[in-house]
């Protein structure tokens, strides 16, 4: 049994299509509403159909903001991060004013990039929509178990990350969950077991983010747990 809020679709399609849905219907009413989407964009290759999805969509796009959840501290041009899988899936294939992409300068180093973010984090809040991940170990975006983050921090700058590179910068719980919606995404049999101790009330720190009431999780069959 999941929560009312999780929804178990059949695979990592069904996942992308809903939640291409859900962020074009979140744009639609943020746009409506307050004239412009603060998107902040999950890392890691779960996302990425999403963002192909979304890059054959119409939406307003002139009026999205893209932030990140997360950065890997490699070359601003290299393969492994986020903000070039982004760039390469959707910030490249749609009009979105270039100066409201917000990359993290992750190429400076943790502690200046989480230095210069946190700035522009304290601008864009509260967020429209956060899309973050989970690996296997429960962590999301860079927050990982037994890595405290620094209480009252916006962004957090990472030296010793379980999943490489090492070095990262992350929003921290209280950047992600100052949103007007969070959404989970979350497939395959690699996230079973995270998925089990989530439901089973292990804290983890993808269920530290998950609000009351503002969460919301897509899940396909390989991650959802053994009925
Ligand atoms: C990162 C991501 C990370 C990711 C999870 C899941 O930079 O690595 O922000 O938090 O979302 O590790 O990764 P996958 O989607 O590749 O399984």
Known sequence: ????????????EAVAL???????????EAIHNRGCFRLVVAGGRTPERTYNLLAAATSEWERWELYFGDERCLPA??????SV????TLGSKVPIPQHLIHPMEAELGPGEAAARYSEIVTDALPFDLVLLGMGEDGHTASLFPDHPSPDGQLVCAVH???KPPPERV???????????????????????????????????P????????????????????YP
């Open 18 to 28: 809903e939640a291409r849905d859900r962020i074009l219907a979140a744009a639609s």
């Open 1 to 12: 049994m999941i929560p009312a809020n999780w929804t178990l679709l059949e695979d990592g």
């Open 160 to 162: 010793d990350a379980p």
């Open 206 to 225: 993808a269920s530290q983010i998950a609000v009351e009431g503002t969460h919301e999780v897509l899940i396909d069959r390989a991650a959802a747990p």
């Open 77 to 82: 041009d290299h393969p492994e991060r986020n």
């Open 85 to 88: 899988l982004v760039e390469q």
């Open 170 to 204: 992350s929003l921290t719980p209280k950047a992600l969950v100052n949103s007007r919606n969070i959404l989970f995404l979350i497939t395959g049999e690699t996230k079973r077991q995270a998925v089990t101790a989530w439901l089973d009330g292990i804290q983890l």
